[in-house]
């Protein structure tokens, strides 16, 4: 298998998982990849991250297209999280002279993941000089891990920031420029909202560190998908800087569950409404769409409305799964709304106000709820609430 050039001097050595449709309990239908670098110096060269335990065969299969394994001086661990380093040991075994170097916080975590193994932790002011060219390294905990790091290669102007900047993207193309910059940043978005919404405030500091540090990378090579460069790495580091910035945008995401149709119709009637009032929506069935994507979408929006019918008592489990999945994201500083209908007794559209509540969303206005089927007066009423949203939604800073 061909290793690929990233610069001079680096290539990409990592693997492509076409069949990955989970991670962390959302949906990837476009897969991933588990990224690895190989950097030569004149003295010896370094393995930047490894891969998961299956497919540590087709990364030495691409380190051995550029150099025999066992000439590798250095493996670097940014990162112990499973597809990143449960390999380790068995890339270790076909570099045996590979020095082995992780953050403080890193050291403990492949001993933890590894039986015992011992590695060397590296200080954020060390230096290693692999010969001509050198690796620096910068502490990211909880980015998004506690044990995260990034690496740098200031000769080449590359940073190796393992997760951050990540998506996850399966392609034949390794550059977000040969895949298309906007589905590249659109991957990137679902990547932050679903992994690094709840840990935004380190992700500000990490880019914040990188300008104080002085580095100026050119490249920017994760750990996940395709790499940054040129106009693509310029429109990268904007999307982050909104996203740790919280910038919003006049826009409300509408997500909703259906049993007979009428929560749907009340959704229809309530998108009307706010886009009556000139605001941006969108409106997704939970049944259709995966949660990360209406995640996503929620990423620069200002408020969050959410629907469903009552069954037992409650709301359907595809709403409360949703609540669920996005309690741990903490999609906070946004207004939620709740709407439903019910038969015989009612009940979803408060334990729904209960749940989203808890987590830290405003709900200034009242719920909106209808028996059976809905009437033309009853549709023309949601609409009226999604104008009352739309116009909350302009009114927020």
């Known amino acids: 298998m061909r290793a690929v050039p990233v610069t001079d001097g680096i290539w990409w050595v990592g693997v492509i998982d076409w069949g990955l449709r989970d ?78 170097v992780a953050s403080a916080t890193g050291v403990k975590g492949v001993a933890e993941y590894h039986d015992g193994l011992v590695v060397e932790a590296v200080a954020p002011d060390v230096a290693i000089d692999l010969g001509g060219r050198t690796l620096r390294f910068m502490p990211a905990p909880m980015v998004h891990w506690p044990d995260s790091m990034l690496t740098y290669c200031p000769e080449v102007r590359v940073l190796m920031p393992n997760d951050a900047f990540g998506q996850h993207l399966a392609s034949s193309g390794r550059f977000a420029d040969e ?60 999307a982050y800087e909104r996203w740790t910035s919280g910038v919003k945008r006049d826009k409300a995401v509408v997500a909703y569950s259906t049993m007979w149709g009428s929560t749907k119709m009340l959704a229809e009637a309530v998108v009307d409404g706010i886009t009556a009032a000139g605001v941006e929506v969108g409106l997704y069935d939970l049944a259709v769409t995966s949660g990360a994507k209406v995640t996503y979408e929620l990423l620069e929006a200002k408020a969050l409305v959410l629907g469903s019918p009552t069954l037992h008592h409650g709301m359907l489990y595809r709403v409360a799964g949703f609540i669920q999945y996005i309690e741990g994201l903490k999609p906070v500083d946004r207004m939620a709304a709740f709407f439903g209908s019910f038969g015989w007794g009612g009940g979803a559209v408060k334990q729904m106000r209960e749940r989203v509540t808890a987590i830290g969303l405003e709900a200034p206005l009242e719920d909106f709820s209808e028996k059976f089927k809905p009437t033309s007066d009853d549709l023309t009423a949601a609409e009226a609430w999604g104008r009352q949203i739309g116009e909350a939604v302009k009114a927020r800073a």
């Open 179 to 238: 895949v298309g910059v906007d589905l590249a940043i659109e991957e990137l978005g679902i990547y932050y909202a679903n992994i690094l919404m709840p840990v935004h405030a380190q992700v500000a500091k990490m880019v914040d560190k990188i300008t104080e540090a002085g580095w100026e990378p050119e490249v920017i090579a994760p750990s996940h998908g395709v790499i940054w460069r040129g106009d693509a790495l310029a429109a990268a580091y904007q």
């Open 23 to 100: 991670f962390h309990g959302y949906e990837t239908p476009r897969g991933s990849t588990y990224n690895a670098y190989l950097v030569r110096g004149e003295s010896t060269w370094a393995l930047i991250d490894t891969v998961k335990t299956a497919f540590v065969p087709e990364l030495l299969s691409r380190v051995a297209d550029v150099i025999d394994p066992a000439e590798v001086g250095l493996i670097v661990v940014n990162h112990v999280e499973p597809d990143h380093n449960s390999g380790l040991r068995g890339v270790m075994a076909a570099m045996p002279s590979a020095r082995v």
